[in-house]
């Protein structure tokens, strides 16, 4: 069965400074997809990055980067350049099957990251 | 990106009544919908797959009867949470995939229930 673990309930950052939200999956698929969504305090759901499981490099996005180690399976989430508003909760994901296909996603337990002035 | 609306956006009821919360998507057809609850500081919960034209495939120990399901068109799903009691209080979130979306799931910005 799927499985998305994310071991950090909290984190904190500096301003201006990366930071890692660490991710591991548990799936018997070959095919899945990897997704991080960032929730503030409004609720909505805001879509990060997106890595799939045949692509070779890993995702970028802006300032974000998503750190994928398939034998590990591991898909950290990494934040360049920590601003004020990316004070949020954010969620690791996974979905089985392939990347067209809109399948249904499994959580993690979400990091908490709180960003100092 | 595709735009999933939800309305409302919060409400309040009384226990014992039902309340109907839907899901839109604005500007893509949505061949298949899902809904997630989410308690506070708690990770979203899949409750359904509602897929347009049959019946909604629910998860392990989400009560259909309580939680009504319908994909009427590929643009709109509602949820129903009938005779609602106090610990269905919760924050209720759609997203849309499939069709025009392809690989992302759209989310709703999520519709916050009380009961009082």
């Known amino acids: 069965a799927q499985k998305i673990t994310q071991t950090q309930p909290g984190m904190f950052v500096q301003e201006k400074e990366a930071v890692t939200l660490d991710c591991t999956y548990d799936?018997?698929?070959?095919?899945?997809?990897l997704f991080w969504y960032k929730q503030p305090s409004s609720g909505e759901m805001i879509f990060l990055i997106y890595?799939?499981?045949?692509?070779?490099q890993n995702a970028t996005e802006g300032r974000y980067s998503l750190n994928f180690q398939k034998a590990r399976k591991s898909a950290n989430l990494v934040i360049s350049a920590s601003q004020l508003g990316d004070s949020a909760m954010y969620f690791c994901?996974?979905?089985?099957?392939?990347?067209?296909?809109?399948?249904?996603?499994?959580f993690g337990q979400g990091t908490e990251l709180s960003v100092k002035p | 990106g595709a735009v999933v609306s939800q309305h409302p956006s919060w409400v309040i009821c009384k226990s014992g009544t039902s309340v109907k919360i839907e899901c839109r998507s604005l500007?893509?057809?949505?061949?298949?919908m899902f809904w997630y609850r989410q308690f506070p500081k708690q990770s979203l919960m899949l409750m359904a797959t509602?897929?347009?034209?049959?019946?909604?495939?629910?998860e392990q120990g989400v009560e259909k009867d309580k939680f009504l399901i319908n994909h009427a068109s590929l643009t709109l799903s509602t949820l129903t949470v009938t005779s609602a009691h106090p610990e269905d209080s919760s924050f209720y979130i759609c997203?849309?995939?499939?069709?025009?979306?392809?690989?992302?799931?759209?989310f709703g910005p999520g519709t916050r229930l009380t009961v009082t």
């Open positions: 994901a996974m979905r089985e099957g392939r990347r067209n296909q809109g399948g249904k996603l499994i």
């Open positions: 509602s897929n347009e034209g049959s019946k909604a495939t629910y």
């Open positions: 799936t018997s698929d070959q095919s899945y997809g």
């Open positions: 500007d893509f057809q949505a061949t298949t």
């Open positions: 997203s849309a995939g499939g069709g025009l979306a392809g690989y992302e799931q759209y």
């Open positions: 890595q799939g499981s045949y692509d070779e």
